[in-house]
Every structure is written in structure tokens, then in C-alpha cells.
């Protein structure tokens, strides 16, 4: 039991010059100045008096300092509470008023309408920390001294607390332990073969499990580098490759790689490892890419209430398709959504999970937190199955399943017989009112090649590989999905707006 700060601090390089970091511009960040800079930012949050256990909001662009100010929460004990730079003014506000924070730190071209609603909520301070590393905070973070005492937390003690969507109900606060980041940043480091000689291409972004947990935490616990991009832009991606010994990311970084044609094999030929997660990765996009670079793309799967679950091996097959085995320490078992019976190997259940990884509940929810538990195991609301070679897929989330004229439709089954066909690129596929069938299927397609528009015969080689009941109605296409910054398709945005796709006129 110890602070995650100093569990991981024990696997930082014995030379403290070693490069933690190496940001766009080409400054090098070092291990002694991690230590520095992460110290400075813990002694001024003491001297604003925020205690072990308050709640630090940060709303910010990616940036170092932001990684800097998370290590100092841990450092402190307060708790790291990232939120989405995307969030509007009536989200922000129910977060405020919901975590309570003792401070929040913002971009500083919006401290005046953060610091409008912060006094309305009751939010004592807000500071600001811009992506260029400017703002109050760093300022007054120069000022404090350079050494700090990690103060001492136990496993259960909380490290952060992580925003759900929200799609199904108002936002629900995930509160992460110093043990559920330990245990996993740990599992995964050795899992994924990392050592102090790995560099890692890092643009994705930090308000997330994704980038903040799985991509720093486990640089940290092996005492690797990373190159820090500010953001996703696919020509900074391809000129860090060369530098990069693997890289994480979401299935659209992917797949705009696999539009350049400066991706080649030879680009990629020293990378150990091409990660991928956040997101289903279609079958069609794993094999273009393994064909393209000689890589097959490592998929896992995660969320936020218990950060990684499962993984495809390092040595072994790679299956396409599947987030494979469980890792280490984390039992994963397939019940009935309604009656939480456990189903036998190959069913389509919801899946649940147990391990030192799960959260230790929702935010001021503890109904909520009881009925999202079952004999010990969190329901993770992920309709999956376990096939007899003990891969996991996923088949959907729960609220996605469609109920077609009394048959149950998954999506993902109905996406993969579409991505397999050559004039597909994406497909998303939803449910929306049908007068007869209660729910009819919708199909919305991203073509390979731009203008193609021909659902019908889309229709007719579908006929052959799905049942009737679980072919789309209707084949929508468009030259992209919608998607949130970690590159899941936004379902709910679809289904509002093919809502009227049966009505009749």
C-alpha cells in the first residue's frame, strides 16, 4: 500500500537526466525535472490549502503542466478530477456543484466566465494554465519550492475521479483508487513488454482514461519516454513515428494513417507496438493495417469505472475482432442482463468483471454504485461473449441492442458483415421506431470511395451472410461519422437524426 505517485516513481531511470518527455518545439522534459516541476505544483496546492481527499478540477488543453499538476495530486493525496475541454457552460456547472471542488483550473481565455460560474456554485478558487504552459497557476507554481514529502495514501484512498458520458443520465462521477491505477498501470507495463528503453507516441488526450491512466501511467511505472503532441494531427504523427518505439491509439488515428501515403512499412519497420482502444477497431481496418506495415494492432478493451480489462497478447495471435484474454488478476464472466444468471461459454450476456482495477464507486451515488454491482462483480453494461479459446468480443453496449420484430439484433454482428465489403470504409448501425417492427435497422455507411451511394446493392450481398431479421432497412451513407474525441461513434446523435428514417408520409 503507498501512494501511486511513489510506486511509480520507484520504476523512473536511476539517471534522473534520462527524457521523460519530448514536446512539438523539441523541448526535452527530464525525469529531475518531472520531479521538480510535479514537487513545485504539490507545494503551492498545500499552500492554497487543498487537502488530502479535495477535489481539483482541470479543464484545460493538453498540455505538460496538466500531467505535472496530476502528479502533484497524487503527491498531495487530493483528488485529480479532469474534465473534457469540449464541455458547455450547463455541464461544467452540475460538475462543480456535484464534485465540489476546492479549485478548478481553466484556460485563461475563459477564467472569466469559469470564475462566473464557479462563485455561483460555490467553488472557492480558480486558476488558469494554458497550453502553452502560461497562466496564474504555473506562475505561482515558479514561486514554491522544488522538494516535497509525497504524502502517504493507502489502496482504497481516492486518486481521481473520471466523468461517464452521460448518454443514459446524468454524468456519473468514477472514483479511482491509488491500488485500481497501481494494479493496472503495473499489469499492463508488463503485459505490453514495456522497459526504460521504450518511446511512446502520445497525442491522445488526458482528460481521459486512455491517455492519462493506461498511456502516461505506464510510461511512468517503466521509466520510458514518450514524445507529447498537443493533439492528433496525422503530418506531427507521421514525422514522430521515426522517433517512437510504440504508439497508442483510437481507431481513427488509424484510419487517417491508412489514407497517407507516407505510411509505409518502411516508416514503421522499428515500432514494437501499434496499441488500440477506446473504440471497436473493425476487422477491415485491422488487416488493411497489418498488410500495410507488417503490424498487427494490439486491440484491449476498457472504461472508465476499471480502466483495462482484457487484451490481445503480445506474443500470440492477435485476433481481429476481439479485445482478447483477461489480464492478469481480473476475472471476467458472461451473466443474463435481467436475471444475472451465468452463461456458458460462447453466449451473448453483459459482461461483468472483478479485480484490483474496478472502481471504488460512483460519486455521492451510492444507490446507484449498489445496483451496478452484482455477487462482487461490477456490470459493466457491455454486451459480450467469451469464445472457447477464452477471447472476448464485444457485440455492443446494452442500451444499443436492437429488438426487431421480437428478435434481438446486435450491432456490432450487423458493422462487421458490413465492413467486410470492399465498398465500405465505416458503418454505424442504430435502432429507431418502426410502426410495425417496433425497431427497424438503420445502416449508416462511410464509403471507400467518395460518392458511392448504392445501398441496394449493399442489400443483396448481405443477403447471403445475415439472417433477414438483422439486415438494415434502410443504408444511409456519409462522408463520416460523428464521434467524441476518442473516436466512439455517437449513437445517440445518429438515432436522433434518422429518428423518422420509417415514418410514413
Known amino acids: 500500500m503507498a501512494n501511486l505517485y511513489t510506486q511509480l516513481q ?25 520531479e521538480q516541476a510535479s514537487a513545485r505544483y504539490a507545494t503551492l496546492l498545500v499552500s492554497l490549502d487543498v487537502q488530502p481527499g479535495d477535489r481539483v478540477a482541470v479543464q484545460t488543453p493538453k498540455c505538460i503542466d496538466m500531467l505535472m499538476l496530476y502528479l502533484a495530486c497524487l503527491r498531495t493525496g487530493a483528488v485529480f478530477l479532469p474534465l473534457n475541454p469540449a464541455y458547455t457552460a450547463g455541464e461544467l456547472d452540475y460538475f462543480m456543484r456535484d464534485a465540489q471542488p476546492t479549485l478548478f483550473v481553466c484556460d485563461p481565455g ?3 466566465a469559469i470564475r462566473e460560474l464557479a462563485q455561483a456554485a460555490g467553488v472557492a478558487r480558480v486558476e488558469t494554465l494554458g497550453e502553452d504552459g502560461q497562466g496564474s497557476l504555473p506562475a505561482l507554481a515558479a514561486e514554491c519550492a522544488a522538494g516535497f514529502a509525497t504524502v502517504e495514501r493507502a489502496d482504497q484512498d481516492l486518486a481521481a475521479i473520471l466523468y461517464t458520458s452521460g448518454t443514459t443520465g446524468r454524468s456519473k462521477g468514477a472514483m479511482l483508487s491509488h491500488g485500481n491505477l497501481a494494479s493496472n498501470a503495473f499489469t499492463l507495463k508488463d503485459y505490453w513488454r514495456f522497459t526504460g528503453e521504450d518511446v511512446l507516441l502520445h497525442a491522445l488526450p488526458i482528460f481521459h482514461t486512455h491517455g492519462l491512466f493506461v498511456a502516461t501511467n505506464v510510461v511512468l511505472a517503466s521509466g520510458a519516454s514518450m514524445v507529447f503532441q498537443s493533439a492528433f494531427d496525422v503530418s506531427d504523427v507521421l514525422d514522430a513515428l521515426p522517433r517512437a518505439t510504440v504508439m497508442m491509439g483510437v481507431p481513427t488515428f488509424y484510419i487517417r494513417l491508412l489514407k497517407e501515403a507516407r505510411f509505409t512499412r518502411a516508416l514503421v519497420t522499428h515500432i514494437r507496438l501499434f496499441i488500440s482502444g477506446s473504440a471497436p477497431l473493425s476487422a477491415d481496418i485491422h488487416r488493411e493495417f497489418s498488410a500495410r506495415t507488417g503490424h498487427a494492432i494490439l486491440e484491449r478493451y476498457g472504461m472508465t469505472e476499471t480502466n483495462m480489462n482484457t487484451s490481445n497478447p503480445y506474443e ?25 444468471a451465468i452463461l456458458p461459454q460462447g453466449a451473448i450476456g453483459v459482461i461483468e468483471i472483478a479485480g484490483p482495477n474496478v472502481f471504488q464507486g460512483y460519486w455521492q451515488m451510492p444507490e446507484k454504485t449498489a445496483a451496478e454491482f452484482r455477487g462482487g462483480y461490477f456490470i459493466s453494461g457491455d454486451l459480450g461473449l467469451i469464445a472457447t479459446n477464452g477471447y472476448v468480443s464485444i457485440v455492443g453496449r446494452a442500451k444499443d441492442l436492437i429488438i426487431s420484430g421480437g428478435y434481438n439484433v446486435y450491432p456490432a454482428e450487423v458493422e462487421t ?4 465489403l470492399a465498398q465500405v470504409r465505416e458503418s454505424a448501425v442504430i435502432g429507431v421506431p418502426h410502426p410495425d417492427m417496433g425497431e427497424g435497422i438503420v445502416a449508416v455507411v462511410v464509403p471507400t470511395e467518395a ?17 433477414r431479421f438483422k439486415q438494415p432497412r434502410v443504408i444511409a451513407f456519409v462522408d463520416e461519422l460523428p464521434k467524441n474525441g476518442m473516436g466512439k461513434v455517437q449513437k445517440t446523435v445518429l438515432r436522433a437524426e434518422y429518428a423518422s428514417a420509417f415514418e410514413v408520409t
Open 10 to 34: 520507484a520504476g523512473f531511470p536511476q539517471d534522473a537526466a534520462r527524457i521523460f518527455a519530448t514536446l512539438r518545439d523539441g523541448t526535452a522534459i527530464s525525469y529531475a525535472q518531472l
Open 110 to 112: 475563459q477564467v472569466d
Open 316 to 340: 500470440g495471435d492477435r485476433i481481429a475482432g476481439t479485445v482478447g484474454l483477461p489480464l492478469p488478476g481480473i476475472s471476467i464472466r458472461i451473466a443474463d442482463p435481467e436475471t444475472g
Open 417 to 420: 458483415a458490413l465492413d467486410e
Open 451 to 467: 460518392g458511392f451511394a448504392d445501398g441496394a446493392a449493399l442489400k443483396t450481398t448481405l443477403a447471403d451472410t445475415l439472417a
